[in-house]
């Protein structure tokens, strides 16, 4: 059974960072990609960042390049999402999810089948 576990979410300051954590167990398909979106009600879920468990290659969504940093521990099956200078437009709800690697199509969420619970991200003076 696969299964993602997201944390680090919470309250930040704008300009703030905060660290997003997420433990991916049973997926053991070797050619495979974690990512990372987000939602905020309303809206269709967004893709942010995706790294390959293949070779670390990464991508990012333009509203978050240089501010968002995506890595991973394959030792402890862990992606990390760093995410620094947190503005208002940041605040969501955050999901890892899991699948095999699609390339530049990281971004749709209809790619991947596996999916953590989420973790809130508020930015808020």
């Known amino acids: 059974q696969v299964q993602l576990v997201e944390s680090g979410g919470g309250l930040v300051q704008p300009g703030g960072s905060l660290r997003l954590s997420c433990e991916v167990s049973g997926f053991t398909v070797s050619y495979s990609a974690t990512a990372w979106f987000r939602q905020v009600p309303g809206k269709e879920r967004e893709g942010v960042s995706c790294i390959s468990n293949v070779d670390g290659r990464t991508n990012y969504a333009d509203s978050v390049k240089g501010r968002f940093t995506i890595s991973r521990d394959s030792a402890k099956n862990m992606v990390f999402l760093q995410m620094n200078n947190l503005n208002p437009e940041d605040p969501a709800v955050y999901y890892c999810?899991?699948?095999?690697?699609?390339?530049?199509?990281?971004?749709?969420?209809?790619?991947?089948?596996?999916w953590g619970q989420g973790t809130q991200v508020t930015v808020s003076a």
């Open positions: 999810a899991t699948d095999f690697d699609v390339g530049s199509s990281w971004s749709r969420p209809e790619y991947y089948h596996h």
